[in-house]
């Protein structure tokens, strides 16, 4: 899902954003849900009598997916929720367009007593964005703002979510995703009548087929279009943008294409010097001037004297006759003939008629070949884990002792402060003064009580790992706050059950042979489902491959009929002709 967010300025005040969002001429149909013009103006005057500079946030966001009106509903609240609005005094407009749709909230800047907050939105509203997709089981789309996401989602408590957004995060910066136009320039070229999204693509595909900048330059000439030097020359030196020949603006070519600004300079000075070397490679400044003299003279006309005064001109050149390109394309053929084998592999002929048959035997031959379809579906079928990508040793290692990291700090700490305590309790019980007054005595209750809050992270520390390796489908229950003596024998026997796993996350000697031991077993148990699907499928594709021969013997032509048939003449092969 995608969000977006811009500020409306009080001066401007809010005629521009109703007339879109209530008043979208593009869109299929408009559904509001909540909200006004007259409520968006009022707030924009209540915005200009606090002397605000904005007066309306815009918030617009388009789901990858289909979302109905009650889950766009529960998505604009959730982020006023985040921002600290009040849902009460919103505006909420959904648009259909293409099939598709989308929705705009609407929020006043002034909260009543505060003004809405503003602080990293951007990372904010993204954040929310991942948590809806998880909720409803979307794919995750990436942002730019993935890590800082990840972050937050743990410092919140939502560490699921937090490893599935940890995993959107590329390898480098230079891999993050960028908006290739802003919202303001596509409502700019949307008033010029151009349509600014399918210009991006028309550019992103003439680059992807161009093999440098002097083909792309010449694809964009096809297209009325044309890459120049930027105006902003002092700033940012070697910037380029894309206009049409009228000099409506495109936009820049490295947000267009995706291209880094470090690879476009490469691409400039390549292209520079190139022109460079062909301007010394001319081979007009090879001519070599031939005065015509009598002995080379065939039409006798310095034969006889000239007594005339010579005038003072340049010697005459002799010049280089243009090479005929088909001619060229002519002799490159005939040496490849000449290379080419004599002996022409035989093709059977083609018959010289078509084979002629009733309506309801070609809809019987178009039926059997919809049966070959659906046969060769099910011979295709693979396991569902065949496809996935193979398991990575180190990159799964690392990724697990990542997640495993906060949850060793937390056990580490709970069993600190249950030693420490149990330490006191013991210097304690040795002296006959705190034994007498009674020191002693509190001081065990309170080891007691720092047992049973270190068996209860203990038991949690253990749910996490087991979740974080695959032994587990649910994360683990959260910690509980209050514990008796009740719960002591529960808690003794989950750490004896589990004791393994214990020594694990307590001891990092131990914590690395007992994660590799968990990813050989997780491979193993990946191959032994696919060998167990193709067993459990190889019955029913012996079967679709036994049915698709004898369909297929059913669409041959019969003996009788391919005898009457009439075959064109097979021509005698022959090699290339000199």
Not at 29 to 45: E, K, P
Not at 547 to 573: C, D, H, Y
Request: hydrophobic share 35%; proline share 6%; net charge positive.
């Amino acid at each position: 899902m995608i969000v977006k967010e811009s500020r409306i300025r009080t001066k401007s005040g809010a005629g521009a954003l109703s007339r879109h969002v209530l008043h979208g001429a593009k869109n299929e149909a408009i559904r509001v849900l909540a909200g006004s013009d007259w409520l968006m103006r009022d707030h924009v005057r209540e915005a200009r009598r606090e002397g605000l500079t904005y007066g309306l946030r815009h918030i617009a966001f388009n789901p990858d997916e289909a979302m109905s009106d009650n889950q766009l509903s529960d998505f604009a609240r959730h982020l006023c929720e985040e921002l600290h609005a009040d849902p009460e005094h919103l505006t909420l407009v959904i648009h259909q367009k293409d099939g598709s749709t989308h929705g705009h909230l609407i929020l006043p800047e002034w909260q009543g007593n505060h003004v809405l907050e503003s602080r990293f939105t951007w990372m904010r509203l993204e954040k929310v964005a991942r948590l809806e997709e998880i909720r409803l089981g979307h794919t995750l789309v990436p942002g730019r703002h993935d890590k800082a996401i990840a972050k937050a989602l743990c410092r919140e408590g939502h560490h699921q979510a937090a490893e599935q957004v940890t995993a959107l995060i590329p390898v480098s910066d230079s891999a993050k995703p960028r908006a290739a136009y802003t919202s303001q320039a596509r409502r700019i070229t949307e008033r010029q009548g151009l349509d600014l999204p399918a210009m991006k693509k028309l550019v992103s595909t003439l680059w992807s087929q161009s093999d440098g900048l002097k083909s792309f330059r010449a694809a964009l000439a096809e297209h009325d279009l044309t890459m120049r030097e930027g105006d902003r020359k002092e700033t940012r030196p070697g910037a380029h943008i894309i206009e049409k020949n009228d000099g409506t603006l495109i936009g820049s070519f490295t947000r267009l294409t995706k291209v880094r600004m470090a690879e476009f300079r490469k691409l400039l000075a390549k292209e520079q010097s190139a022109e460079h070397e062909k301007s010394k490679l001319d081979i007009r400044s090879t001519r070599v001037p031939v005065r015509i003299t009598s002995e080379n003279d065939q039409t006798e006309i310095l034969s006889a004297p000239d007594t005339s005064p010579a005038p003072n001109r340049s010697p005459k050149r002799i010049r280089l006759p243009r090479r005929n390109k088909a001619i060229d394309a002519l002799r490159r053929r005939q040496m490849e003939d000449v290379d080419r084998p004599a002996v022409v592999p035989h093709i059977p002929p083609k018959p010289l008629y078509p084979l002629i048959l009733s309506a309801e035997e070609a809809r019987l031959r178009r039926r059997i070949r919809q049966a070959i379809q659906d046969q060769q579906a099910i011979l295709d079928q693979r396991a569902p884990e065949a496809d996935w990508a193979p398991l990575k040793r180190e990159e799964m290692l690392a990724k697990w002792r990542k997640a495993l990291t906060p949850y060793q700090k937390q056990l580490r700490s709970s069993f600190v402060r249950y030693h420490r305590a149990k330490k006191e309790w013991k210097q304690a019980k040795e002296s006959r003064w705190q034994r007498m007054t009674g020191r002693a005595g509190k001081l065990e209750k309170v080891c007691q009580q720092l047992l049973l809050e270190f068996l209860e992270i203990l038991r949690f520390v253990i749910q996490a790992l087991l979740h974080i390796v695959g032994l587990r489908s649910t994360p683990p229950e959260p910690v509980r706050s209050i514990l008796t003596e009740q719960d002591r024998p529960v808690l003794e026997e989950f750490r004896k059950q589990y004791d393994a796993e214990f020594s694990a996350p307590a001891d990092p000697e131990k914590l690395e042979p007992w994660l590799q031991h968990r990813f050989d077993r997780l491979v193993k148990a990946r191959t032994d489902r696919i060998r167990q699907w193709d067993k459990a499928h190889q019955a029913e594709k012996e079967r679709a491959k036994q049915e698709i021969a004898r369909l297929r013997s059913k669409l041959s032509v019969p003996e009788g009929l391919r005898n009457t048939m009439a075959i064109a003449p097979t021509q005698p092969a022959m090699g290339p002709s000199l």
